[in-house]
């Protein structure tokens, strides 16, 4: 463990300016970076590279990994599950690999890539962790705007992971995840700074963490609030109260993951109905389309039509 953290200081120590591009062979003058980790004996992998390892997403695809976007001195803008999202200069846009992505327009882009054998073997239950605040404790897709100073010590951050990138040893793959959880911290300690409340986020916002994330896991056979009440050891009017200075009740957060769910059935694949409504936990296909028209205002029918339009 000592020889550990005195390699971890030494890196982080390192400052000397890197700079390591991999021309890929584009029809344009562009000088693409990619830099690519992986493990085989455990399937693990991290890409480091810029907004060419968006290009595969340039029609909407599921990302398939965690991932982070973060802007320079340019915004970017992208389709994230449908909904047009810009992301300003200079932050970081964090992802899961279950949503949609649309790559429309950004450049000189830093990006991030790594799939849950690469960090989340360490998936305990821990803010910092892959299912912690970043992925699961928002309302919203989380954006984190970064100061001149934050963003400062970032790009040492990321020129400390391209030169890892190039050093092949046995313990690589430690050093990596080690980066890539001061990389999370970091990114979660100014994400909680953003709360409107300190107290409020350490309370409310941790509770509203471990509510989405049992929904994320049970949503598709479980829609009442009790049954995660239950799982939290609190009563249904408990967690409801818990939930006053949120903007969202439980059971709205539960319906909303739901719709999610089949919007993204209806948007990406040929199921019908019947079959999307039995996925998400509906024996009824009708009791879908009420809280689906009740949620967006149109039917699912309607939805499917008009997401074909634009796609």
Known sequence: MFIAVQICREVFNFTNEIYLFVSLGTDSDTIAMQKRFTEFSTGAFLNVGDESLLKEFVSSK???????????????TFAIDGVPTVVPPHSILSLTPIQHLQFIQGDDLRV???????YCIKDHDKEVSCVGLLFFGNEHIPIISLSKDETDKFSLLHEIFLDELETTDTIQAEMLRMLMARFIIKTTRLLKQEGATQNLYETKIELLRQFNLLVETHFKKEHSVAFYAALLHKSPKTLSNSFGKLDKSPLKIIHD?????AKRLLRYTDLSAKEIAYTVGFDDASHLSRLFKKQTGISPSQFKKEASLVA
Do not use: D, K
Not at 112 to 118: L, V
Not at 257 to 261: A, Q, W
């Open 62 to 76: 599921e990302l398939g990994s965690f991932s982070f976007i973060w802007t320079q001195n340019e915004a970017a």
């Open 112 to 118: 991030y890539q790594f799939n849950r054998e690469f």
């Open 257 to 261: 993951r739901i719709i999610l769910e």
